[in-house]
């Protein structure tokens, strides 16, 4: 994976603090880590990517579900930028599934998640958008949300036994399919 030392890894304090709320949506401020979050998110292979994660403590997250080698069975989306986002669980269900971060690598672990989600947010013009999430999609937003809290996944885990390396995990998915 190319670019690793560009992403905050687990232990850097960013990934534990509190990102703060975007005051100015157009400033060329914000929109030069809008860039680094696509250009660093393209090169590694994810599916979203949270401002913490390059270093940079404010509210912005980009999800880009797409099947990768790392997720094959994601589903396709066009990528949405989404500034302050907040968000209402819209049924009580809750899923168990795998996931992985580009701030731990070689680890996935099974997380329980809501499985319906509304989301608001401001787009890169600043306009207020809603957008209902489920499943998968959902399951990526709660993930990249949790990093503007200063959580991370493993926060989520229920128990340690539901943590395992990726290469077992890319085993287990390698038998699924056959
Ligand atoms: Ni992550």
């Not at 913490?52 to 403590?57: A, H, V």
């Not at 819209?90 to 672990?109: M, N, V, Y």
């Not at 949300?145 to 943590?163: A, F, W």
Request: aromatic letters at 6%.
């Amino acid at each position: 994976m190319k670019n690793l030392d560009q992403i905050a890894q687990l232990g850097s304090s960013i990934l534990r603090q509190q990102a703060l709320s975007v005051e100015d949506v157009e400033s060329d401020e914000t929109h030069i880590i809008i860039n680094r979050m696509f250009t660093i998110l393209s090169e590694s292979n994810g599916v979203g990517i949270a401002a913490p994660q390059i270093f940079e403590s404010v509210c912005i997250v980009i999800i880009a579900s797409r099947p990768s080698e790392r997720y094959p069975s994601a589903p396709k989306m066009e990528p949405v930028v989404m500034i302050n986002p907040e968000y209402e669980v819209l049924s009580q269900e809750i899923e168990k599934d795998w996931e992985g971060c580009l701030s731990i690598p070689e680890i996935r672990a099974l997380v329980p998640r809501f499985v319906k989600l509304k989301i608001t947010y401001l787009d890169c013009q600043g306009v207020v958008q809603e957008m209902i999430a489920e499943n998968f999609i959902a399951r990526v937003f709660q993930h990249e949300y949790d990093h503007l809290l200063g959580l991370v996944y493993l926060d989520r885990v229920e128990n340690n036994m539901d943590i395992i390396s990726e290469k077992e995990f890319q085993k287990m998915m390698t038998l699924k399919k056959i």
